[in-house]
């Protein structure tokens, strides 16, 4: 970051960006979660607070995964079976979500989104375990 | 597994999407295997669910004045490079080095946001 000192000039790029943004875009695509890598940069290393972070990271994810999609329909590895009632669900979520992030204080929000983190790497972790 | 459950599984992924603005993938996967789809079928399809779950829950963020788009714009094309490499790894290997690697990462960085 540190393009906060004139709005009329780009962000400052520094290598940490680049390097934080190659690697979420490929382990994303992946599907490991690329996006947890980009928030943990953004509010540990790059000093930004929990809510924006994780709105940056939204938005980042928008063409990562648009490659990806595009990518793996050509791959036929999509299936619509799966992901529509998927989808069908996730909306109410999300809704959901969205009001509580709008409402939680930051410093519970960042402390869940640790204790998320623990789980999924936990999980991760067994999973990859499985996989062998 | 049967319409309803992964309807029900949807809300969950929907909901914690948006409370982290990620992580939905990492729930969705296991659960389309559970469904029948094999790993690369999986994570392929997990990506094409967050995508448009990723995008409502953006355009809330932004009525909230949650998303700050100017600040985005840095991490967009290097993003894309790493997605478009990660894709094509996706479809040639299944890393669980480094799929063991970031999940220690994960842990580690999760416990330093606990305490």
């Avoid at chain 2, 009525?63 to 997605?83: E, H, V, Y």
Wanted: overall charge positive; proline content about 2%; charged content about 10%.
């Amino acid at each position: 970051m540190g393009g906060n000192q004139d709005d009329n000039i780009v962000i400052g790029v520094n290598e940490l960006d680049i390097i934080a943004g190659l690697l979420s875009g490929l382990l994303g695509a992946m599907g490991f979660g690329g996006g947890s890598i980009l928030i943990i940069y953004l509010t540990n290393i790059a000093s930004v607070e929990q809510v924006a972070a994780q709105g940056i990271n939204l938005l980042f994810f928008i063409p990562c995964a648009l490659v990806s999609v595009i990518y793996n329909l050509r791959k036929r590895l999509i299936k619509y079976k799966s992901a529509l009632p998927i989808i069908a669900g996730a909306i109410p979520g999300l809704i959901l979500g969205t009001f509580l992030v709008g409402r939680i204080e930051t410093s519970l929000l960042r402390k869940l989104f640790g204790a998320f983190l623990v789980v999924s790497g936990l999980l991760i972790l067994f999973r990859s375990k499985r996989q062998k | 597994m049967k319409k309803h459950q992964l309807v029900l599984y949807g809300i969950a992924i929907g909901f914690i999407n948006a409370l982290f603005g990620a992580g939905g993938g990492i729930v969705a996967v296991p659960i389309l295997k559970k469904s029948g789809l094999s790993q690369k079928e999986a994570q392929a399809t997990s990506v094409s669910v967050i995508l448009p779950l990723t995008i409502i829950t953006a355009v809330i963020y932004f009525f909230q004045g949650n998303l700050m788009i100017k600040d985005s714009l840095i991490f967009l094309p290097f993003g894309f490079i790493g997605a478009l490499v990660g894709s094509f790894v996706l479809n040639k290997s299944n890393n669980t080095v480094l799929q063991t690697a970031f999940a220690l990462f994960m842990i580690w960085a999760g416990i330093r946001m606990i305490i």
